[in-house]
């Protein structure tokens, strides 16, 4: 071990000398657009240096240093070389350096896609809404962010554990994260690649100029046609990931000497059936920016884009089901429909956003910047409903071997490893039910004038619903006051309204559908009122494209004002900064439940939270190369409305004590710039303490249910209700380190190596309540406690290895190779399991005890990947081929995650009646891009 230590101070303390030093600055801006350049690494022979946000530089010398030789490279820019004579004085100024942008380049927009594989389920998800996209967006210099964000993204990498909420996503300066569970979505603006490159990211507790930000930093996006590179470009690339084909265009003027800009970019990717069987994909992107230079003072931005989509989803699956069809990628959404696939989740959204941008320089230094948006449209999923009829789904669990009886298990299991329709929907038995469906009914009064005859259907296609209109306006002020502070500060105010319900989506053959509750119908046969969705249209009659079932509004409002103040000396940086927010949000009912008239109908009462954070840093400088940092916060942040309601479908009842969740986090590490090397080490501990989560499922009981189909009598059972599952007093810690560096070794060649080891567990025993929607009275709302104090957070690798080699032609080719190693994967448990009464007269030191209460771990995993781009030029014409090809070795068992169900079964304590289900990661896939510019 102390050898171990004795390395480390090798590798990363640096010597310090004393001698006199002498201090060049500069700033680094782009030829053509006279924006900074981010990033831009400046070398001598003895001494580096990389650009700030602003473009600028400071690297330190010897005193009686009387010439060097500077070069400066970025990304897609030219090299810039210079000979600098040093005089007799402290600091050497160089003024502004332009760097031209390379022709020969690819852009880090098209890098970004071939190493990055998602699954459906990473992508905007109705149901669920869980998408990573701290790591998607992170586009850095720093070898570490850009390597969890593009070769472990694939395997659900979460940087330090923490959920995308603690990420802030900006565009323009306006909020991207959604009010409702403050995840941000980069299908908002997926298919956008070539504008949405311009990415300021700042990652962890740091100083940030144009926001508070989270403890995972934030990323601005800017949209300016202004800023965009200058060019005329068609690419076409074809995969075997979510979608098959990607065709993609853009044209951006640069600013004119009339001080007009303009950029326009639009996209289509699409696939018939994507790597998951029986998927889908079908989305278009297109964008629109104006720029209107008035002055050196002035300019005015109006952007536009949308990214309208559909895709069939791939869902979880339990391993039975993948055991029997021969594959880990097995999907219960789809089944046959006249001999074709057809996806019973099927996702869309169109969420158009309008965005006016204004841009002050007053004075010779500080900045002011006003934006406003508007972003509206549609959001949803379609899911199967069915009533009075046997569930249609092809893996509920008492069609599987495992839930027949033991006679006919064999028989089962036969018939589902050889028939593939036998083990998916069954389209043409649904349609069948419907055809022989003909029913009279009227309304809960028995009103003769509202008798209706026809076929009323059993089972339907539903549309799950969650639109949204929302309201923005940010402005943020940034003034460097004099040599050694700069100050920053915003304001932001957001307005939101999300529209939740359902649309009959199709009628599967049938002719009208009836608003009323299937289950409350069976619990309570002699109360009609009670069966009623909307008391205020009893019995409605519905058809295609009608609202039915829950209808309510989520009304958020946002307040937000920060600000920061940066102190820069010759050997140290400081920073302060300071947030507070107001939070307000209540429900609206848009329909009178039977079941809760009191509750389900026009405004809640309004829930409000103030909030506030504190952050601060220290970096001390070595020298120009090597940097020691340390950062603190401390925040509170209002519970999100998704976590906020017992049952918001049906009724405004709160979680009891609703609070505000509290953040503490410290980071601190040392950095390396040098010539040929850069390396970080990172340690990282953070707590989060009184949070809360609402979880639903359905809670199945056995009913006999009989029917005619085809002149044939059939009996089954059916599912009691739509239960939800409220935690409250849930606390975590986030601890571990990461290490990286990037060398190299020679010209054009260089090695990467990456490693992320953590520790995310929970620390408290939450209390829970059950709640079933159909019927209060069937789960008694007691509290319970959730015994899951030191169980690990499920989801993500906690422990991540990449080693990389990268080689770079002279003739604008290169190529990439990285070995990478995940582990300690654990599935989400269900916190039912980890009760009292689940375990109730076991004994501890048994088998069956440790099955129910143990916490399930994925296998660790190994892949590897390729990417490789080669370029060429015709006079103006550039010519690029990007090929990327992941997990080479085709490793098909590496779980990215998982969930136990939950149901439980507490007749007989015994957890495999509802088992786990899995997500794997995607066997070997590919990504190839040929794409020209002029």
């Not at 995840?183 to 990652?203: C, I």
């Not at 569930?391 to 089962?412: C, H, I, K, Q, W």
């Amino acid at each position: 071990m102390n050898k171990f230590y004795s390395l480390l101070l090798l590798l990363f303390l640096p010597i310090l000398a004393n001698a006199q030093l002498l201090l060049v600055e500069g700033q680094v801006l782009d030829a053509e657009t006279n924006q900074p350049i981010v990033g831009a690494l400046v070398s001598t022979t003895i001494a580096t240096a990389v650009t700030d946000a602003a473009g600028s530089f400071e690297m330190e010398l010897a005193a009686d240093v009387t010439k060097i030789d500077l070069v400066i490279t970025a990304d897609a820019y030219l090299p810039y070389s210079m000979e600098v004579t040093i005089t007799n004085s402290d600091v050497k100024s160089l003024g502004v350096i332009s760097l031209s942008a390379d022709p020969n380049a690819v852009s880090s927009g098209n890098q970004q896609i071939p190493t990055l594989v998602l699954s459906s389920e990473d992508l905007e998800d109705s149901d669920n809404r869980n998408e990573d996209i701290s790591g998607i967006l992170a586009s850095s210099r720093d070898v570490f962010i850009s390597t969890s964000s593009y070769t472990f993204g694939a395997l659900r990498f979460r940087v330090r554990g923490y959920d995308s909420e603690n990420t802030t996503i900006l565009m323009n300066g306006i909020p991207m994260n959604e009010l409702e569970n403050g995840r941000p979505y980069w299908s908002t603006w997926g298919g956008l690649n070539d504008v949405t490159r311009n990415q300021e990211t700042d990652f962890g507790l740091g100083a940030i100029e144009y926001t508070f930000g989270g403890i995972g930093g934030a990323t601005n996006i800017d949209t300016r046609a202004s800023n965009q590179r200058k060019q005329f470009s068609v690419s076409y690339a074809i995969s075997n990931r979510t979608y098959r084909n990607r065709l993609m265009a853009t044209y951006s003027t640069g600013l004119k000497p009339s001080g007009w800009a303009f950029s326009f970019s639009g996209s289509r990717r699409w696939a018939q059936e994507g790597y998951a069987p029986g998927t889908f994909y079908d989305a278009w992107s297109y964008f629109a920016s104006v720029d209107k230079k008035f002055n050196d003072n002035h300019s005015l931005n109006f952007t536009a884009f949308g990214t309208p989509n559909k895709r069939g989803k791939d869902g979880a699956a339990v391993q039975e089901l993948n055991d029997l069809a021969g594959t880990n990628y097995y999907n219960p959404y789809w089944g046959f429909q006249n001999g074709e696939k057809r996806n019973s989740r099927v996702g869309h959204s169109h969420q158009p956003v309008l965005m006016l941008r204004h841009d002050w320089n007053i004075g010779e230094k500080a900045t002011l910047t006003n934006t406003v948006s508007y972003q509206f449209g549609s959001n949803g999923g379609t899911a199967l409903d069915w009533y009075g009829a046997r569930d249609p789904r092809p893996d509920y669990y008492r069609y599987l071997p495992s839930g027949t009886e033991p006679e006919f298990a064999d028989e089962v299991a036969n018939i589902l490893a050889n028939d593939e329709a036998a083990r998916q929907i069954d389209w043409d038995y649904m349609y069948n039910v419907n055809y022989n469906s003909l029913e009279t009914v009227y309304d809960v009064d028995g009103i003769s004038g509202n008798i209706v005859t026809g076929l009323r259907s059993k089972y339907i296609v539903e549309d799950r619903r969650y639109d949204s209109k929302e309201l923005n306006w940010s402005s943020i002020y940034s003034n460097p006051i004099g040599d050694h502070l700069t100050l920053n500060a915003g304001l932001s105010y957001q307005v939101y309204e999300g529209d939740n319900y359902k649309l009959v989506d199709d009628l599967l053959g049938g002719e009208f559908y009836m608003d009323i509750n299937r289950f409350v119908q069976r619990d309570f046969p002699d109360d009609p009122a009670k069966w009623q969705n909307d008391l205020n249209n009893p019995n409605r009659i519905l058809y295609e494209g009608d609202r039915f079932g829950y209808d309510y509004a989520s009304h958020i409002r946002k307040g937000n004002a920060w600000a920061q103040g940066v102190f820069n000396f010759r050997f140290l940086d400081v920073f302060l900064a300071g947030e507070v927010s107001q939070t307000t949000f209540w429900r609206e009912g848009k329909v009178q439940n039977g079941l809760y008239p009191e509750s389900s109908f026009g405004n809640s009462e309004k829930q409000e939270f103030l909030n506030y954070g504190v952050k601060g840093g220290v970096t001390y400088k070595i020298n120009s190369r090597n940097f020691l940092y340390v950062n603190g916060g401390y925040l509170t942040r209002a519970p999100y409305f998704r976590n906020s309601y017992l049952s918001p479908r049906v009724r405004d009842e709160v979680v009891d004590g609703l609070t505000s969740t509290k953040i503490q986090s410290v980071e601190g590490g040392y950095i390396l710039r040098g010539a040929t090397i850069r390396a970080r080490a990172t340690a990282y501990w953070t707590v989060f303490q009184d949070a809360s989560e609402v979880m639903s499922f359905f809670n199945d009981e056995e009913l006999t249910i009989t029917q005619i189909v085809n002149n044939v009598e059939e009996s089954f059972g059916v599912t009691a209700g739509f239960v939800n599952y409220a935690l409250t007093d849930i606390d975590s810690k986030h601890q571990g380190v990461e290490l990286a560096f990037d060398w190299t070794v020679a010209a054009g060649l260089s090695l990467r190596g990456v490693a992320a080891v953590g520790r995310y567990q929970y620390t408290s025993r939450p209390t829970s309540v059950i709640i079933n929607e159909s019927d209060p009275g069937l789960f008694d709302p007691v509290k319970k406690t959730v015994y899951q104090q030191n169980f690990f957070i499920p989801g993500t690798p906690q422990s991540a290895y990449s080693a990389g080699i990268r080689y770079e032609g002279k003739g604008y080719w290169s190529v990439n190779l990285n070995a990478n190693y995940f582990d300690d994967i654990y599935i989400d448990f269900n916190p039912n399991r980890r009760t009292e009464e689940a375990v109730a007269s076991l004994s501890p030191e048994s088998p069956q005890f440790a099955s129910i209460i143990d916490q399930e771990r994925g296998d660790a995993g190994f892949t590897a990947d390729f990417f490789g781009t080669k370029s060429f030029r015709f006079n103006d014409i550039g010519l690029y081929l990007t090929v990327g090809v992941n997990n080479i070795f085709n490793n098909q068992t590496i779980k990215t995650g998982g969930y136990e169900q939950l149901r439980f079964d507490f007749a007989n304590q015994d957890p495999t009646t509802y088992p786990a289900r899995y997500y794997y990661y995607y066997g070997r896939n590919y990504f190839i891009s040929l794409s020209f510019r002029l």
